[in-house]
């Protein structure tokens, strides 16, 4: 079976752990985010008939006090970029965020997870400025870690943009 | 000078000719390259190299595009010459195969040196009581009491994307996902590299939780991180280099290229198993020593002791045979021993003959270990037939018997009663066909004899007996009859030799008196009458009752009476008168008896011619005295009744 390191990337509280913790096998407690600043998790998905194993590298939060740990992202074959859909300022840390991965790692596949997607009334992204990260080759979809929706379709989409020959 | 006009055509094939000689040389020359099959394979020869490179540079199309014929030529080449592959392989995997047997040995060695060492030593024994007292397993005692190190869990783990490539235990039953643990040990070294802010090659060489350490050994793509429990010593880590180094040598191309497929490092998994490693405890080598001999002894005198038992039982078993086999009226058929449990004993058992059990006891061996089965038959050897006598009858102290071909023997003294009944019923046990009691002197008992008297002859309240010495002494009264009866039978009863009898007999003393009173009375009669004078009657009156009860009293004793009635007169007057007078006297007396009754064959008249003497005490004259009739009572043994 292959194996794919990927990373869960973005600004505190945008729900990169919910997200995950319904949909994987939880080995370590949430408690290593705050202490070592990662916890690992493992899930198997099928990908055009192929499966794929995903070590989910779960980072903690960048803001103003915990900056990214980019030692974490090596040797990352993808990762999930995560934003809050009620908070507009969370799309523009994740594309910051998103520039200094590229830095870090080179360019890798990854996909933008617009979360959140159930507190409609409190929606906040402009669905222009999304337009506009499609059209620069952003691929991005909206979930919902508190009802499960889109989700398994990220991980998959993303497994299979790892494993296409380049 | 005009030149002559020429065919256009051939003016531009000279034109052609003149411009691309060159060409068209190299043209052909090209040509001949590609028609030449073996100018072709040189040029491809020569740029083949360079081309496979370039081609693995732009991904893996041309290894997709090789492996199916490379593979197909492989498989058919070892159908076919597997020498060649064995050749070529062998220097890489007999080192291997004869290291990994090597290691096994030892590791099995090793587990049999320590329980022998354990099962035999104070501190193998405390051990077993810190398992029961802690409810652990005596195994995870030895371990954790006698473990130096081991290594318990190897993960290879790829540098660049730390996912897990493979992970090898000692402990089957380890269960943790190797995956997320190869990640977070990853994640961890990145954590203590940033917080501390080393370099990039500096790396977390080993952290310690309780009793586990964890020790990482970098590689150039991949590293080894080892669980280990106890105190591995310093000389464990160039080991496990060397483990990382022989990984990168055998895969290190696949490590350089690995894209998330761990499978293919599988094939590391003896390499990697040969580091799990482990060190115990060891003792002196003179306390293994002493030990082992301490063991051996003890084994031998273990085997010494149960040889000693072995034979003692066995000595006793036959001593128990030849016991068996020596009792009259068993017969051994089968016998075996059981050395471990029970053993059997089959055969014939007379019913007269001892209990086996009690025989087996006296031989010193458990009976409840000893399954008899005996079928019952009828011993008839002497020893047997005596036996079964002797539980019959048992023999009085004095007597002794024998059985002497169906003959009973008896000697010694010998009571009357045990003989008697020895007569009547010893022929009735198989085996005894007669009595021999020649020899034996046969003593009687006194009471026993009286006993047997009275049961004879009845005794009589008046008559007491006595026996002593075999003389029966009889004293009191009793009837004539059971007199003669007692006196002519009595020393036929067995312990009664003689009589001494001093019985009186009733029967005569009665007729003695009537007799007495009888022949004492007299009739007397006038003078010269045969008339009954007055003082005559009283007397003659008392007689016919004297008389009856005389005859009645003979007839007991066995006689007839005839009475004899005697005529008297004086001598006044003629001889032929007084003769005849005399016996009208007598006559006169008979009559008067007939008439009261008796018999007159019974009755005897006389006339007595000499004169009656007198009596002494008679009151009679001298006159009277002669006129008188007297009595005499006459006997003769009774005539049997018709």
Redesign the interface.
């Known amino acids: 079976m292959i194996q794919k390191k990927i990373c869960m990337i973005g600004a505190s509280g945008v729900g990169k752990t919910s997200l995950i913790s319904k949909f994987v096998h939880s080995m370590f407690s949430d408690k290593y985010l705050t202490t070592v600043g990662v916890k690992i998790d493992k899930k198997t998905v099928a990908v055009d008939g192929a499966e794929v194993m995903l070590m989910i590298w779960d980072l903690e939060g960048d803001d103003d006090y915990q900056r990214l740990q980019t030692s974490y992202l090596r040797g990352s074959s993808g990762y999930l970029l995560v934003a809050d859909g009620t908070r507009q300022i969370t799309l523009d840390q994740a594309i910051e965020i998103q520039g200094r991965v590229t830095a870090a790692i080179g360019p890798v596949p990854f996909l933008l997870a617009l979360n959140k997607a159930d507190l409609v009334s409190q929606w906040e992204i402009d669905q222009s400025r999304v337009d506009d990260l499609t059209a620069r080759g952003w691929k991005s979809f909206k979930t919902s870690a508190k009802e499960g929706a889109g989700v398994e379709e990220a991980f998959v989409e993303l497994s299979r943009q790892m494993i296409q020959p380049p | 000078m005009q030149r002559a006009a020429r065919d256009p055509t051939e003016e531009f094939e000279e034109l052609r000719r003149l411009l691309l000689s060159r060409e068209r040389e190299q043209l052909r020359d090209l040509k001949d390259r590609l028609s030449d099959k073996e100018r072709r394979s040189q040029d491809i020869a020569s740029v083949l190299p360079e081309a496979v490179k370039m081609s693995r540079e732009r ?1 893996e199309q041309l290894s997709n595009a090789l492996r199916p014929a490379v593979e197909g030529s492989i498989v058919d080449s070892i159908e076919k010459r597997p020498e060649i592959f064995v050749e070529a392989l062998h220097p890489i995997i007999g080192p291997i195969v004869r290291k990994s047997v090597a290691e096994s040995l030892r590791r099995l060695l090793q587990s049999f040196n320590q329980s022998l060492e354990h099962t035999f030593s104070w501190r193998g024994l405390k051990w077993r009581w810190e398992a029961v007292r802690t409810g652990r397993s005596f195994a995870e005692v030895v371990m954790l009491r006698s473990l130096v190190y081991r290594v318990e869990q190897l993960f290879l783990i ?7 490539l493979l992970h090898v235990t000692s402990d089957p039953t380890v269960s ?2 190797s ?3 190869a ?2 040990l990853s ?2 070294q ?2 203590a ?2 917080s501390f802010a080393t370099g990039e090659d500096s790396a977390l060489e080993e952290f310690r939780v309780g009793e586990l350490q964890v020790w990482i050994v970098p590689g150039r793509h991949a590293y080894l991180a080892a669980v280990i429990r106890g105190n591995p010593p310093r000389e464990l880590r160039p080991a496990l280099e060397e483990t990382i180094d022989t990984v990168h040598v055998l895969k290190g191309t696949a490590l350089a290229a690995f ?5 293919v490092f599988e094939s590391l998994r003896p390499e990697l198993e040969l580091a799990l490693r482990a060190q115990y405890a060891e003792t002196k080598k003179e306390g293994k020593s002493t030990r082992a001999w301490i063991v051996i002894l003890l084994i031998a005198a273990l085997a010494t002791a149960w040889l000693i038992l072995a034979l003692r039982n066995q000595s006793r078993w036959k001593d128990f045979l030849h016991r068996l086999k020596e009792q009259p009226g068993l017969v051994v058929t089968e016998a075996r021993k059981g050395w471990f449990g029970q053993s059997e004993v089959r055969g014939l058992r007379d019913a007269s003959a001892p209990d086996p059990a009690g025989i087996a006891r006296e031989a010193k061996l458990n009976p409840d270990r000893i399954d008899f089965q005996w079928n019952d038959y009828l011993a008839l050897d002497s020893a047997s037939v005596k036996r079964r006598f002797e539980q019959r009858f048992s023999v009085p102290d004095q007597t002794r018997v024998a059985i002497n071909h169906g003959v009973l023997e008896i000697t010694g003294s010998v009571p009357y009663e045990w003989l008697d009944r020895v007569r009547r019923e010893a022929t009735l046990i198989p085996g005894i066909k007669s009595v021999a009691e020649t020899e034996a002197s046969i003593v009687y008992d006194p009471e026993l004899a009286r006993k047997r008297f009275e049961a004879q002859f009845g005794l009589l309240d008046t008559v007491n007996a006595v026996v002593a010495n075999g003389v029966l002494t009889l004293t009191g009264e009793a009837s004539h009859r059971w007199l003669v009866r007692a006196r002519a039978a009595a020393t036929t009863l067995p312990g009664i030799t003689s009589l001494n009898d001093r019985v009186i007999d009733l029967d005569q003393r009665a007729f003695d008196q009537s007799k007495s009173i009888i022949e004492s009375a007299f009739v007397y009669f006038l003078t010269d009458k045969d008339d009954i004078a007055t003082e005559g009657f009283a007397a003659l009156s008392r007689l016919p009752d004297e008389i009856r009860r005389c005859e009645k009293s003979a007839k007991q004793i066995g006689l007839d009476v005839t009475l004899e009635i005697q005529g008297y007169a004086d001598a006044i007057g003629t001889e032929t008168r007084n003769a005849d007078l005399r016996q009208r006297r007598a006559n006169k007396v008979r009559d008067f008896l007939v008439s009261c009754g008796f018999e007159p064959a019974h009755l005897k008249p006389l006339g007595v011619e000499q004169p009656f003497t007198p009596v002494p005490g008679d009151k009679a004259t001298p006159e009277q005295a002669q006129r008188r009739a007297a009595f005499k009572v006459v006997t003769q043994p009774a005539t049997p009744a018709p």
């Open positions: 991904g790829h540098r660049e994307t730390s996912l897990s943790k996902d995956d997320m643990v990640g977070m994640a961890i990145d954590f590299r940033d894209a998330g497929d761990a499978s």
